[in-house]
């Protein structure tokens, strides 16, 4: 069993629909969980970071997390082109010294 | 401006050779790793430092090494021990490795010729 687990993919999403990404990670100690958006041939940048369970939104994008069932949830609303990328999740653990650990991704594209 | 800059942005390898990747940072940041990403796939830890003069093997470190003389860089070789070295390489930095929300540079894309 992988420690983070995502669907490749492709999640394909109508212009102006809400995408729903998922992931699921093995290790109950996880703390911190992380997700990255990274376009074709470029690195990982940042989108949002959450600690507790429940949602937290930022702009078009929400994170949800539920350590109960082990697994994070990011939504994008009003999913435009210019959101098509690979998004990663990433979750760190306290008993493997917070390091970070990734999904392998998935790959969206919005249809205009 | 402040950031985390990877050089070169492509570099090619032959057969043998040790080949250094280059990350320097301006953020003050205390911690710094280094990824290495292969196609359709996640990125896995190579190694990383929290402090200056410290750093741990990652995941996947056989075939590489690192230093870290200079809070601000962390060069990675890789060395003629690594046998399958083409992947895209990423270097990343923290604030904080207890937070540890990480930052990353443009990466370096190796080949071998």
């Known amino acids: 069993q992988k420690e983070v687990e995502q669907n490749s993919g492709p999640l394909s999403v109508p212009e102006g629909a809400i995408a729903s990404l998922n992931c699921t990670y093995s290790?109950?100690?996880?703390?911190?969980f992380f997700w990255y958006r990274q376009y074709s041939g470029k690195s990982p940048e940042l989108i949002m970071f959450?600690?507790?369970?429940g949602d937290k939104e930022d702009g078009r994008f929400t994170a949800q997390l539920n350590k109960a069932s082990q697994y994070v949830s990011l939504l994008i609303r009003d999913s435009q082109p210019s959101d098509s990328a690979t998004y990663l999740c990433?979750?760190?653990?306290?008993?493997?010294?917070?390091?970070?650990?990734f999904g392998g991704g998935t790959r969206v594209l919005v249809k205009p | 401006d402040g950031g985390i800059t990877q050089s070169p942005k492509y570099l090619f390898r032959k057969e043998g050779q040790n080949v250094t990747l280059s990350c320097e940072q301006n953020?003050?940041?205390?911690?710094m790793y280094w990824y290495r990403q292969d196609p359709g796939q996640g990125l896995r830890l190579i190694y990383y430092?929290?402090?200056?003069?410290?750093?741990q093997k990652g995941d996947i470190a056989e075939g590489y090494s690192v230093s870290r003389e200079k809070k601000e860089s962390f060069p990675l070789t890789v060395t003629s021990a690594q046998k399958n070295p083409t992947a895209f390489y990423l270097c990343?930095?923290?604030?904080?490795?207890?937070?540890?929300?990480?930052?990353f540079g443009a990466g370096t894309r190796l080949s071998v010729l």
């Open positions: 959450i600690y507790s369970n």
């Open positions: 430092s929290q402090i200056v003069n410290d750093f």
């Open positions: 990433a979750v760190t653990r306290r008993a493997a010294g917070n390091k970070l650990t």
């Open positions: 953020l003050n940041h205390d911690a």
């Open positions: 290790d109950r100690g996880s703390q911190s």
């Open positions: 990343a930095s923290s604030i904080d490795p207890e937070q540890n929300i990480q930052y």
